[in-house]
């Protein structure tokens, strides 16, 4: 178990599936939560998943952290993928659950190596592809 600066602790599960969505890429994406003062995972998206099946696996009404690998090509017609960090605060989720999600957000990233573009979203429409694909361009 890692270090809780925040009071918070990050499961090794968490760091290993992170790494084997990295390096592996047997995941499209992993969705964590915070449960009994620790980030677990909740949900590992399966390597043929899209963007679509990512965004409905995020709940309506609660607070999510969640990283997604994703494709695309550039204008250069190149192939690449990126490592997308997104902090899920919903506007209906409780204020006490945003606000630990919050405090924990920072030294939660940390624990993930690789991230490469952090995106935090509290509707779907914050986290649209069309967003996704101009932030990884």
Known sequence: MANSASGMAVLDECKLK???????RNYRYIVF???????????????????DDFTAS????????AVYDFDFTTN??????KIFFVAW?????KVRMKMVYASSKDKFKRELDGIQV???????SEMSLDIVKARAL
């Open 76 to 81: 250069e017609n190149c192939q690449k993928s």
């Open 118 to 124: 952090e995106l935090q979203a509290t509707d779907p």
């Open 58 to 65: 995020l709940p309506a009404n609660e607070c999510r952290y």
């Open 18 to 24: 992170f790494l084997e969505l990295k390096v592996k």
């Open 33 to 51: 939560k915070i449960e009994n003062q620790e980030v677990v995972v909740e949900k590992l998206g399966n390597p043929q998943d899209d963007y």
């Open 89 to 93: 605060s919903p506007d209906i989720s």
